[in-house]
Structure formats: C-alpha cells, structure tokens
C-alpha cells in the first residue's frame, strides 16, 4: 500500500530549506500552491520547522538532502539534533552513512537509490543495511501511482522506472 501523504517535509538544498511541505495529495497540493507558490526557499535555519513539529509533538517528518554537498548535510544534522527521535532523513543514504544519521538523532533513514538500479532492487545492499541498522529502522522509498482499481504502479526512483 503507498502512502498518500507525509506529515510534514524539511528538503535542504546547500545548505537551506526547501520547502516544508512535501505531500503527494494533488489536493493538498492545489491548495498549497494557491497560498504558497510551489516550492520557496526559506530564510529560516534548518532547525525552525523541526523544532515547531518537536513543540506540536508531530512524529514522522522527513528530512531530505536534495544534494549530497556538505552544506545540505550540516543542515539536515541540524535538523537531526533539534528534533532527536522525531526525524526521518533520507537523500544519499547508503551503508557507510546510514548509522551515523540513526545516531545522530534520525529515527529512520529513508533509501531510494541506494538499494533500487535500473528499476530493480539490490537484494545484496538491501540486506546489508538490514543487517546494520535493523529493518525497523529502515523505509524503503516507493513512489506509487494508481493504475486501475485493483492495481497500482510503482515507479523507482523519481518516476523513471515503471516496474
């Protein structure tokens, strides 16, 4: 089953925020594009809009590094550290970078890329991250789109690859 919705997304991009929406309901997305525009830079710290979901007590946001550069990732541990617990991260997430994020304060880490090539999934890698980090911790990024009734399409990554 897909997902329609995320509670709430920080996307940073050297260094800044994104945006802080990131749902994949057309309406709420009609919605917010009215208000908002689409996709704006924010002139607060990546820390703002987790601390906000800490005060609120939301659970399960995402951080997203939209680039691996060093400024995107110093922005998503400052996320990280101002809602320890509350936080998943995802954006170049592999083996060797996967436990850091978990200690420093990511609740899951998000793989996409990592695990999935050319619209199959690396068994080998999967497990390995298994292995690391525990399946508990670990979501696996599956873009869905409705096909028929009954079925549903899913497309890896970036809606490329039809499968």
């Excluded at 802080?20 to 009609?30: L, P, Y």
């Excluded at 809602?83 to 060797?96: R, S």
Aim: glycine share 10%; aromatic share 10%; charged share 20%.
């Amino acid at each position: 089953m897909c997902a329609d919705s995320v509670p709430f997304l920080v996307s940073v991009f050297a260094g800044k925020s994104e945006t802080n929406c990131g749902v994949n309901s057309k309406k709420f997305i009609r919605r917010w594009e009215l208000l908002f525009g689409t996709n704006f830079e924010s002139d607060k710290s990546a820390a703002y809009y987790p601390n906000m979901y800490k005060r609120d007590s939301l659970t399960g946001g995402h951080v997203i590094m939209l680039g691996a550069d060093p400024l995107s990732q110093v922005a998503a541990l400052e996320a990280l550290h101002a809602y320890p617990g509350g936080l998943h991260v995802g954006g170049g997430i592999n083996l060797e970078n996967a436990m850091k994020y978990l200690d420093e304060g990511a609740s899951h880490v998000i793989v996409t890329s990592y695990v999935f090539s050319d619209g199959k999934m690396n068994m080998e890698r999967l497990q390995g991250l298994v292995d690391l980090i525990g399946r508990k911790r670990l979501v696996l990024d599956l873009s869905c789109r409705k096909k028929s009734i009954n079925s549903q399409c899913m497309y890896l990554p970036k809606y490329d690859f039809k499968t």
